[in-house]
């Protein structure tokens, strides 16, 4: 008897094992051919095409390669350009704006020469572009206008170098050093150490440029001394003073012009020129404005203050009598 129970329990425990590795066979065929269902609808959603450009069907999987080449093209675009700065041109005399534009512009010529290849490459009919090109024109004409006019101003800044890096500038109430030339805006750094971002195409209007023809300027600081001054003593004194203070060139040298007779003083106007003050004028103004007017002490030479003179004519037949009284007013009644 219990030899026959357990041949049973031996038989069944085989079975129910065979079954469980039946079962189990089954259900990984089964798991693999779901996920190879699921694998083969991710890969024909990936490569389902979207929309057509031409004759060339755009999927997620082109628009990820557009993607990713597009941005090695810029890297290679803006690495060209840096490399060619960097290691060529520092290596020769030409200024510094000369440098930026020229390395700028062959960035862009990599990067518009590595897109037409690329779209070459991957089989694009560049005139079915002419549809997409009329739409990105109506968009200029309507809503890029700005950007567009900036961009070509970027490009005629470039291109002029009517506005270099590092030249001083001011523009708009805006005194500053231009930093960078981008492709829209062009940073100028303000004695502040502020970075101010301008359109393009503000810089391509009326702008002054500080810096064009090098690094020399000329100041003007306007002085006003009394009427009992002696003209020719003030101004051996403003060309003492301005020749004394070392950030005052001597070549060109200082001058001084008698501008007029004021209200209430003569005006002189001191002109001086600087290379050392050229990005902080006020401080080299400051500098003479304290040095005149301890001059001015010493010497004696007045600083006038604003006078009027004011006259008061009274007419005696309007003016009322000496003994007249003014009328007692009468109470109401109650």
Known sequence: MTKRLSRWTLGTGVLLLAAGIGFGLMRENRLQNGVGRLRADARDLWSQPLFDLGSLPVSPAFLLKAAVFLILLNLLARGSGR???????????????????????????????????????????????????????????????????????????????????????????????????????????????????????????????????????????????????????????????????????????????????????????LRVWTSRHLRTPQTLKSELYFAIFRRFREDGIEIPFPQHEVRVIQNPEAAPPSNATEPDLEAPPA
């Open 83 to 269: 490399f060619l700065q960097k290691r060529v041109l520092a290596r020769t005399a030409i200024d510094e704006g000369q440098k930026y534009a020229i390395s700028r512009g062959v960035g862009y010529v990599v990067f518009l020469g590595g897109l037409f290849i690329g779209l070459q490459a991957a089989g694009i009919d560049l005139s079915s572009f002419a549809i997409v090109g009329g739409a990105i024109g109506f968009g200029i004409g309507f809503g890029l206008q700005s950007l567009a006019k900036d961009f070509v101003s970027g490009l005629i800044l470039l291109i002029e170098r009517g506005v270099k890096v590092g030249d001083r500038i001011e523009v708009s109430n805006l005194l500053g050093d231009v930093k960078q030339i981008g492709a829209r805006t062009t940073w100028v750094q303000t004695n502040d150490n502020v970075v101010i971002l301008v359109p393009n195409s503000e810089l391509t209007a009326r702008v002054t440029n500080w810096t064009a023809h090098g690094h020399l300027a000329r100041f003007s600081l306007d002085v006003g001394v009394a009427y009992t001054s002696d003209p020719e003593g003030v101004r051996n004194v403003l060309i003492e003073v301005a020749l004394a203070n070392e950030g005052v060139l001597k070549d060109p040298a200082p001058d001084v012009v008698f501008v007029g007779f004021g209200d209430s003083a003569l005006n002189f106007q």
